[in-house]
């Protein structure tokens, strides 16, 4: 499996615009982790999806951002409008957590950084 | 609540000598942690983990880390330290009820020649 599959690699965009992160996770994965990374406040899970459903989005700042998994091999963060305070690396992860492999790591993929100027 | 601390921000060794990245936990239930190390412009990449057994844990690279429940810590070990180990390293619980991941806020390590 080629891992956690992310694009864009970088997104400079306009204040105002409509930006969307797309994340392929390992194939057989049922955890999928959207993580945002910044240098003040470090590493924050946003939101998590079990087979493909929400589970927890207690960490999705505010409602211009919402995320999406229409399917288990795929999953969308959007960001609608943008603002500047939203640059950052984004990071999507998936990880098997069912039964005995309960136990196993998170996979991450290399991030999307965006710039919101 | 599930958490995870580094009390360090930054640690600094030189080459060959031997390194620790500190991490403490709070956890209900069985603690299952982690290591991971980022590199600049990359993602997270799995060095280790603790589940149950040995208290000692062998991963990649070389580093170690050792549990004790004692003391709710999981510190990254190297016997030998190499300046390509230079990286930000985060340590991270799982919760078991939830499954979601606890990261601490990361430790830069500095190996100098």
Redesign the interface.
């Known amino acids: 499996d080629a891992g956690v599959i992310q694009s864009p690699r970088h997104e400079v965009t306009e204040m105002g615009q409509e930006v969307t992160l797309r994340c392929k996770p390992i194939s057989g994965h049922d955890y999928l982790f959207w993580y945002r990374q910044t240098m003040m406040r470090g590493l924050e899970l946003l939101i998590y999806f079990n087979n493909n459903v929400p589970i927890d989005d207690s960490g999705m700042p505010e409602d211009r951002f919402s995320a999406k998994m229409p399917n288990a091999s795929f999953s969308t963060l959007k960001i609608q409008p943008s603002e500047p305070r939203d640059s950052a690396v984004y990071f999507c992860a998936s990880s098997l957590g069912r039964g005995d492999s309960m136990n196993t790591e998170a996979f991450f993929g290399q991030g999307t950084r965006l710039t919101v100027v | 609540a599930q958490s995870v601390a580094q009390p360090e921000d930054q640690v600094n060794v030189a080459e060959g000598n031997p390194l620790t990245v500190k991490c403490t936990y709070s956890v209900s239930g069985n603690p299952?942690l982690?290591w991971?190390v980022q590199y600049p412009?990359?993602?997270?990449?799995?060095l280790l983990?603790y589940?149950t057994g040995d208290n000692l844990v062998k991963g990649s690279y070389g580093f170690e880390a050792e549990f004790n429940k004692s003391q709710t810590s999981f510190h990254l070990k190297k016997p030998s330290a190499l300046v390509s180990d230079s990286a930000l390293y985060?340590c991270?619980v799982?919760d078991?009820g939830?499954?979601?991941?606890y990261?601490g806020?990361?430790t830069k390590l500095n190996v100098k020649p």
């Open positions: 299952y982690f991971y412009n990359r993602g997270l990449q799995f983990k589940i985060f991270a799982r078991e939830f499954n979601k991941f990261f806020s990361g």
